[in-house]
């Protein structure tokens, strides 16, 4: 368990939480490698399907990082989002796994540091959980079709 | 549309247990719609599944497949090719796309994912509510367009009850009084004249009180 090292998929908004890294990026503050960033248009456009398959084919964790409140470009977005990953949180209780392994944050554009302190943080809440379900057993097969 | 809620996970989880191949069918009409069974959440549970297999370190083999109307035998027989490879089937769709595949394939398991719930109209997004019982003689003729039958929590053909509270159901501040609405209706389109007709007792034989209902067209039977 001491070697885990979590893989994460961020699903980050175009206007605010990917921009976000790349504020964090620019001024050159560090975060964990283990966050793969999925730009999308709008965190509205995330399904659960999105975060279910993303646990089932190999990710630890993921989570959707959107606009503060009231701020979404497309009005709601971010919280039809929220609700998504309500959810799914809801649905991996009933399954018996952890629903810390989904979450919704909200980020201005020109929160870098913020970005880079969610990144750290998730990744360690990971960490601690270990692996995720597509990494228990027979996933490979799946996750290459 | 005929509206429809998943089942509790733990209930589907049940009936799957002694299985490992799974055909997983949807429904591309009503439950599409209400979210309940279509695509996309044959998508879903299909992946739930899965990860409850991976908890208890298992995999089970899933075969997911939306059909256009599940209850129609044209659409239910593109299910032919799969269902010999499968161990149970799974349905998405409401009791009658349930039924018309079990009636087609006998030899298969089917069970249902879904609670088909009732007969309604959507109020907005993710929310809809009853407004037709299928009581087989239309009365929003006469009854400016709203349904005593489907929204009076009694039934009730000529007027309301003593139930009603402020213009509210007596059994929550949430459900309208139909009559009520019907009241106010009438008078918004000067037929108030109406509310004074005397309905006679229901006859409940079409709606299903002399058994299942069935249609025959014979210009298309």
Not at chain 1, 112 to 136: C, N, V
Not at chain 2, 43 to 49: D, E, I, K, V, Y
């Amino acid at each position: 368990m001491e070697t885990f090292e979590p893989e994460i998929v961020a699903f980050c908004c175009h206007y605010c939480a990917y921009t976000a890294a790349d504020m964090a990026g620019s001024k050159r503050i560090s975060y964990p490698s283990n966050v793969k960033i999925i730009r999308v248009p709008c965190t509205g456009k995330v399904d659960a399907i999105h975060l279910m398959k993303a646990l089932e084919i190999g990710a630890d964790g993921v989570y959707v990082a959107g606009c503060l409140a009231g701020d979404c470009h497309f009005k709601n977005g971010n919280v039809r989002a929220e609700a998504r990953v309500n959810r799914v949180k809801k649905m991996l209780t009933e399954l018996g796994w952890e629903p810390e392994r989904v979450a919704m944050v909200k980020l201005s554009a020109g929160m870098g540091e913020q970005f880079a302190e969610t990144a750290r943080k998730f990744t360690e809440t990971i960490r601690k959980l270990g692996p995720g379900p597509g990494k228990r057993t027979g996933i490979d097969d799946r996750a290459a079709s | 549309m005929i509206t429809a809620e998943q089942k509790p996970m733990q209930e589907i989880i049940q009936y799957i247990a002694p299985y490992s191949k799974i055909l997983l069918v949807g429904c591309n009409e009503c439950v599409t719609v209400c979210a309940a069974g279509g695509r996309k959440e044959v998508g879903l549970l299909a992946s739930a599944l899965h990860l409850n297999h991976l908890k208890q370190g298992k995999t089970i083999d899933i075969k997911e497949i939306t059909l256009e109307r599940q209850c129609d035998p044209e659409y239910v027989e593109e299910l032919a090719p799969y269902i010999d490879g499968v161990d149970a089937v799974v349905s998405m769709a409401c009791g009658c796309g349930v039924q018309t595949v079990a009636g087609r394939y006998k030899k298969s398991p089917v069970f249902p994912a879904v609670n088909t719930r009732f007969m309604g109209a959507s109020l907005g997004q993710g929310v809809w509510a009853e407004r037709c019982k299928g009581c087989g003689d239309c009365v929003l003729g006469i009854t400016g367009g709203i349904c005593p039958v489907a929204r009076c929590s009694k039934h009730l053909f000529n007027g309301p009850c003593g139930g009603t509270s402020n213009g509210q159901c007596e059994i929550g501040p949430e459900t309208d009084c139909a009559w009520r609405l019907i009241w106010e209706r009438l008078k918004e389109l000067g037929m108030e004249d109406r509310y004074e007709d005397l309905m006679n007792a229901k006859d409940w034989r079409p709606g299903g009180a002399a058994g299942p209902g069935k249609i025959i067209r014979e210009d298309l039977a």
